[in-house]
């Protein structure tokens, strides 16, 4: 009998060079990591969660072990509303769900959204995870040209066709440049995707952690019926509570939780009720300072690491919040084979060719350093030896 073979889906989203890096890290615990894109481990509040815990089974009951509404927890809703309506995002609770994650509410949208053979756009470069999703559910990806300030317009309105299920952006903060785009290019965006009745998922994971500068209005705010906005609790609480914030235009709404509801019923009650007593109990303004803090601290140090240890050949630009720093090497920079001899010399990063859907090899100069996760005493060294590595390799 001959063995089964993977499904398409399964096949889509099988390991690749990220995996593989961050595989050597698990054997390799005291390597300097730019690579792994998540929160401090130590910043995490672990020190709450038996307080919170405690409270919120207090408060709600056997309610917080039973079965729930696919919508939502009731209460997190209700707080999932204002922390949309303090980005300016005001809308009907009907528009609002819950999903396992940012990454639970992508599947949960790529199901109801995506037929074999649809289209998505995408930014150059973009989230690579998002792309296995859409490639699992028979999506072909498209990139869409980006400049310093996002999606260049022109290329949008060039890319977009009667086959594109939607463009995927991440307008704040992206995940791997670090680039927000102003808001006269969403507006921009947002009139051709109005002229074209195009739908749009924008996923703004990141927009709590800005350091400088002043909020950008979201792109759902200017075509809000043509645009589904993602965030999450990930990189604010934690991201083993699995915590994200759909709001989705009334059309979409009830096929897209219909699938949520077969897929997993509805996102942890007790996850959803702890989330609930983090938000109102006074310790989320307080932690997301100390993050905030914490973070912008390192992204300057790391700033100041590239300014005194790299070639003037290679190039950045410092973000206004996020996660990650993007880095330009000269053409003949290599940086997907630079990375075993870095790892040999304890330090990591991603190179950016993985984060392109077309053509990655064109980039194989580009690099994201991710800043959240490194202790502070580890960046300068990190750096440095980076620097080492490249200068002996040509």
């Known amino acids: 009998m001959a ?214 209005p979201a792109l759902w705010s200017y075509a809000p019926e043509n645009v589904v906005y993602l965030t999450s609790l990930s990189k604010t609480f934690a991201p083993a509570v699995r915590i994200g914030i759909v709001v989705i235009p009334e059309r979409l709404s009830d096929g897209t939780l219909a699938l949520k509801q077969n897929i997993d019923m509805q996102t942890s009650t007790l996850c959803q009720a702890v989330a609930t007593e983090f938000l109102e109990s006074g310790y989320a303004e307080a932690h997301l300072r100390r993050i905030i803090g914490t973070y912008s601290a390192r992204l300057d140090t790391l700033v100041a690491a590239l300014d005194r240890h790299f070639s003037p050949e290679f190039r950045w630009q410092k973000p206004d919040g996020g996660m990650f720093l993007w880095l330009e090497g000269p053409p003949e920079f290599d940086a997907d084979t630079a990375v075993d001899s870095t790892l040999e010399q304890g330090v990591a990063y991603l190179p950016g060719s993985v984060f392109y859907a077309e053509d990655g090899h064109r980039h194989r100069h580009t690099i994201r350093l991710s800043f959240a996760n490194v202790a502070d005493r580890d960046i300068d060294r990190g750096i440095k030896q980076l620097m080492t590595v490249f200068e002996e390799r040509g």
Do not use: W
């Open 3 to 216: 063995h089964r073979r993977y499904s398409r889906a399964a096949a889509a989203a099988r390991s690749g060079p990220i995996d593989e890096i961050f595989a050597v890290l698990a054997r390799q615990p005291d390597v300097v990591s730019f690579a792994v894109g998540s929160p401090d481990t130590d910043l995490l509040p672990v020190d709450l969660m038996p307080e919170l815990v405690r409270r919120a089974a207090a408060k709600f009951g056997p309610a917080i072990l039973q079965y729930g509404m696919t919508q939502g927890f009731g209460p997190l809703l209700g707080h999932a509303r204002e922390l949309l309506r303090k980005r300016g995002i005001s809308c009907s609770g009907r528009a609002i769900h819950i999903a396992t994650g940012g990454s639970g509410a992508l599947h949960n949208l790529c199901m109801a959204l995506l037929d074999e053979g649809d289209v998505v756009l995408v930014e150059s470069p973009t989230y690579g995870p998002a792309v296995k999703s859409f490639r699992s559910h028979g999506a072909t990806v498209r990139e869409v040209a980006c400049d310093e300030f996002g999606i260049v317009p022109e290329a949008l309105a060039e890319a977009l066709s009667p086959e594109v299920a939607f463009l995927y952006t991440l307008p704040t903060f992206q995940n791997p440049t670090g680039r927000t785009v102003p808001a006269v290019r969403r507006q921009q965006i947002a009139e051709i995707v109005l002229r074209r009745g195009a739908l749009v998922i924008e996923d703004d994971v990141y927009a709590d952690l800005r350091y400088h500068g002043d909020p950008v």
